[in-house]
């Protein structure tokens, strides 16, 4: 059965999936700010939307848009902020 | 609040968005083939696996990959069978 996962009060919903590719979610954020955590590496993808990402030991935001990905290493902590409703791809490693 | 969606006893399973981009949908399907109905264009991109897909009118499979788009019209119902678990966005237009 498909997984869905919800964060922080239902304002990012994701659904999980796993193939010959990996294993990963694709989710919507709601517009806000958001603080995640990783327990693996994380390759994230914007599919739709823009959205503002702050790396850990990064001090300004970085803006992705669609078809863009970003990496975030295991065991950290990193911020986004989405404008508008973002959609997403994450893969995880 | 963000909505999810379930189709065919939960083997499909979306979540809604609106943007700048338009109104879409981000999700997953189980293996299986399904029969999907429009209500308006849509244009379904794939996200993660390898999707076959049958359109109106159509009688081969042709398969589309990560990245690739086909575009429905409305109002018709087209045929999808996934391999493994495929992720996909869906833009309605």
Redesign the interface.
């Known amino acids: 059965?498909?997984k869905?996962n919800e964060y922080f009060g239902?304002?990012?919903?994701?659904?999980?999936?796993?193939?010959?590719?990996g294993t990963?979610t694709?989710?919507?954020m709601?517009a806000g700010e958001y603080d995640f955590g990783t327990a693996t590496i994380e390759l994230m993808?914007v599919?739709?939307?823009l959205l503002d990402v702050m790396l850990p030991g990064e001090t300004n935001w970085k803006t992705y848009s669609?078809?863009e990905t970003f990496r975030v290493e295991k065991d950290v902590r990193f911020k986004v902020k989405a404008n508008?409703?973002?959609?997403y791809?994450c893969?995880y490693l």
């Not at 239902?10 to 590719?21: D, H, P, R, W, Y």
């Not at 508008?84 to 959609?87: L, N, W």
């Open positions: 059965m498909l869905v239902g304002t990012v919903k994701s659904v999980a999936l796993e193939n010959a590719e990963a694709v989710g919507v709601e993808t599919t739709s939307g669609k078809g508008g409703q973002v959609a791809y893969l």
